[in-house]
């Protein structure tokens, strides 16, 4: 049985309930988390309520972390949007459900080693690296920009990796290289024999590889399967546009996928 893995839901409710969906429909009973729950949307609670029962786990994001400690090193966009999260957190009039949510944030990990039968090898999850698991991005770029970072990436990697953070799909491999969903057969990585791989899962609630449609991935024994779906983008949208404390850039980019 597939696991699927989603990461980056960054509040938007309407592109979890798709992807949720979509997996329902695909026969997966199994679903994983990277982190970035929360920050930019306008659905934290919501969202924090979905990935709480219908996850078997999830990571720690830095925008997680950000709501529940400090946004450090954030920009001025996403720091507002932080504070503003916490505020409708804290707002909760339901004690037990705001308690609940709270719990569930408080403990969520910065990794885990994935042991379940779909998982090949014991796959190491994380948010942002292995190296530095909330906040260090894995850039397409660093494969020709950085080689000496991923490889002291790889060197933390025993076989498969996954990761979020940068909301741009695709597998590293140490050779280095990396391979955009279009560039695989069928959207689909088959684990090598002998071969390292990071694969980035992209995000679902704001995707930032010019496609709008959420990204998720099916993981297999032997394969990585990258699936896009659409949601309506207009509903997320028209609700950021409603928050003063939210930047209504963070509605456009939705639309262009950026």
């Not at 309407?14 to 988390?33: K, N, P, Q």
């Not at 530095?132 to 894995?138: A, F, L, T, W």
Request: charged share 25%; glycine share 6%; proline share 8%.
């Amino acid at each position: 049985m597939p696991t699927a893995v989603i990461s980056d839901i960054h509040a938007n409710a309407e592109a979890l309930g798709a992807v949720l969906e979509d997996i329902r429909s695909r026969g997966a009973d199994r679903i994983i988390c990277l982190g970035d729950i929360v920050g930019y949307g306008p659905d934290p609670a919501a969202c924090v309520d979905m990935v709480r029962t219908r996850c078997a786990w999830s990571l720690m994001g830095n925008h997680d972390y950000g709501v529940l400690y400090e946004p450090t090193n954030f920009n001025p966009g996403a720091e507002a949007a932080a504070f503003w999260t916490r505020e409708v957190l804290d707002g909760e009039p339901d004690e037990a459900a705001r308690a609940a949510r709270y719990e569930f944030l408080g403990r969520l990990r910065v990794r885990v080693v994935d042991s379940s039968p779909a998982a090949p090898h014991h796959v190491l999850c994380v948010h942002g690296s292995p190296r530095r698991p909330i906040n260090e991005y894995i850039f397409p770029d660093d494969v020709q920009t950085a080689p000496d970072k991923l490889q002291t990436i790889f060197e933390r990697v025993t076989r498969v990796c996954l990761v979020g953070h940068t909301h741009v799909p695709g597998v590293f491999t140490d050779e280095p290289d990396f391979y955009p969903p279009s560039e695989l057969t069928d959207q689909t990585y088959r684990f090598t024999a002998g071969e390292k791989a990071i694969i980035n899962v992209g995000s679902v609630g704001q995707p930032r590889d010019l496609d709008p449609r959420a990204s998720y991935v099916m993981l297999e024994a032997d394969s990585a399967r990258f699936v896009r779906v659409p949601y309506d983008v207009e509903a997320t949208a028209a609700k950021i546009r409603k928050v003063p404390q939210l930047s209504d850039w963070l509605a456009d980019r939705l639309f262009e996928g950026r």
